[in-house]
Structure formats: structure tokens, C-alpha cells
């Protein structure tokens, strides 16, 4: 974890900014997850597993997991080299914490999906009232010039 001197002390006090600094960022938390899941992965896995990290970053993030005694980095001395990563007893109380977020993460899709449902069944009530009115103004010609199509404001 990083030097803290020139963070406030209420802060560096505060159990979430805590938290956050050691599992915060785009993939530790899904590292972590993996982790979880699995128990043990080499490093190919977990690139295998986040296909949108990249080699430099994958290297740093396990690193500072490493570093902040979130996972545990096994080298066994073969060639060619093998390392495993694994959680760590610290690691392994995340785990139930990162499982609520995924439990959230997945109703809160569910949610969207069901917004989006939502806005195109009225885009399509939109288009069908669209249609119809073009309809009326084939079949009424002289209506055209004084009947706005619906959904339309008056300027």
C-alpha cells in the first residue's frame, strides 16, 4: 500500500478509504473474485480469466495484492517457471463481502434490462402511433395541415 503522509489523519482513520485503497481499481476485486472461485490459479489463468488486462498490469495489480497480504505467490524453482497465487487468510474474509457486490452487481443488471424493456416497448408504442397517424392523414388529407402529429410539441 502506498505512504499515507499526505493524507489527512480522519481519513487514513476511516475503515472504508481503508478498505477501498487495498481492493480498489479496475481489478483487484475481480482478482480476488477469481481467486475465490477457483482457490488456485497460475498466471496465465488469471489472464486467461480477465482477457482485458493487460500483461503490465496484471504483474503490478498481483503485485500490490501481494504487498497488501490479500494473496499469497507461490514460486516453484522448474523450468519453465511455475507461480501460483492463492488468497490469503486476509484474502479469504473478502471473499463473502465480494460476493454481496456480485449478488447487488447482478440484480442491479437485471434492473436495466428490465428499464431498457421497458423503454422499447414505448419507442414501439411511439412508432405505432407514428403509423397510425400517417395513416389518418393518407385517409384525411385535409386534416394534415391542422392536426400535429402526436408526440410532437407545438413551437
Known amino acids: 500500500m502506498k505512504d499515507n503522509t499526505d493524507v489527512p489523519e480522519c481519513i487514513q482513520r476511516c475503515g472504508v478509504e481503508y478498505a477501498f485503497k487495498r481492493i480498489g481499481g479496475k481489478y483487484k476485486g475481480r482478482i480476488l473474485w477469481h481467486l475465490g472461485l477457483k482457490t488456485v490459479l497460475r498466471y496465465g489463468e488469471l489472464s486467461r480469466t480477465l482477457p482485458d488486462i493487460t500483461t503490465k498490469m496484471l504483474t503490478q495489480t498481483l503485485r500490490e495484492l501481494e ?21 490469503s487468510d486476509t484474502g479469504l474474509e473478502l471473499i463473502p463481502f465480494i460476493d454481496h457486490l456480485h449478488n447487488w452487481g447482478q440484480k442491479q443488471l437485471a434492473n436495466e434490462l428490465i428499464d431498457k424493456s421497458d423503454q422499447t416497448r414505448n419507442l414501439h408504442s411511439i412508432q405505432n402511433g407514428l403509423r397510425q397517424f400517417s395513416l389518418l392523414k393518407e385517409a384525411f388529407p385535409s386534416l394534415s395541415d391542422q392536426v400535429p402529429p402526436p408526440y410532437c410539441t407545438k413551437n
Open 67 to 87: 504487498d497488501d497480504k490479500l494473496i499469497i505467490r507461490k514460486v516453484y524453482h522448474q523450468v519453465p517457471p511455475k507461480v501460483e497465487y492463492s488468497l
